[in-house]
């Protein structure tokens, strides 16, 4: 599907969290005329603290991003706190890859948008990077034990679950955060006469009117497996790449189901009334 543009964040390359397999299986099906790159997309964090995951998937999405750089796609790269590094590095290009400070966006009906991966705007990112890292490991150990608990959960047919994105739902603090930082970022698009906002950063997709402003968070390839795109109207839609693919995989689920019920069924010579949605 060819959109007029795709944003893209907080892949996390080089973390085990990173659902590279997903995002793969979202770029093979989705491709635009330009590609923002909204932070985050490689964690040098993981780095220092000696936690660096590189598997070929990894590999793969770089090569796929490069790929379309160099077929015509334009590839702007915004740098986020975790790929901070990058930032040393604005104005060049890196096969193609523009890397930018921010970035401004005008949609096909005209409207501005402000582009930041948005941890200049968060309090806790700016003045107290301890804290920001030790939530950092906190929440890398949320991720860690997800594969563990969603495990569990498959063999009783439960489908995917983000203990992280539960956390952050759960915890009032968070909840309060996460608001404040949309109505941060609203204002200070509102002040540079923007029509709205595109960010990343809190890992928390969303799109809303904030006093007639738009927020547009792109989520991430962690928690949610979400992008947002631009129509060719110019209208901009939040994709939830996870939930497409769980809603894809539960009638294979339900079918590979059945099947080993009624092989069983066979074997011992008994029949079963099999439940399409098993019990």
Known sequence: MLHRTLFLSDIHLG???CRADLLLDFLSGHDAGTIYLIGDIFDGWAIRRRGWHWPQAHNDVVQVLLDKARSGTRVIFVPGNHDEIMRNYLGTHFGGIEVVQTADFTGFNGKRYFVTHGDQF???VMNAKWLAHFGDTAYTFMIW???KLNLIRSLWGGQY???SKWAKRQVKTAVNFISQYEDILADE???GGYDGVICGHIHYANIRQIN???YIN???WVESCTAIVEEPTGEMV???WEEKAAATAAPKLRRKRSRVLADVGSQSGETHDIHPYGR
């Open 238 to 240: 939040l994709i939830d």
């Open 212 to 214: 007639g402003l738009t």
């Open 161 to 163: 679950w983000s203990l």
């Open 15 to 17: 973390t085990r969290g």
């Open 189 to 191: 698009a509102r002040r």
């Open 145 to 147: 034990m997800n594969p």
């Open 218 to 220: 792109t989520g991430d």
């Open 122 to 124: 968060d309090a806790v």
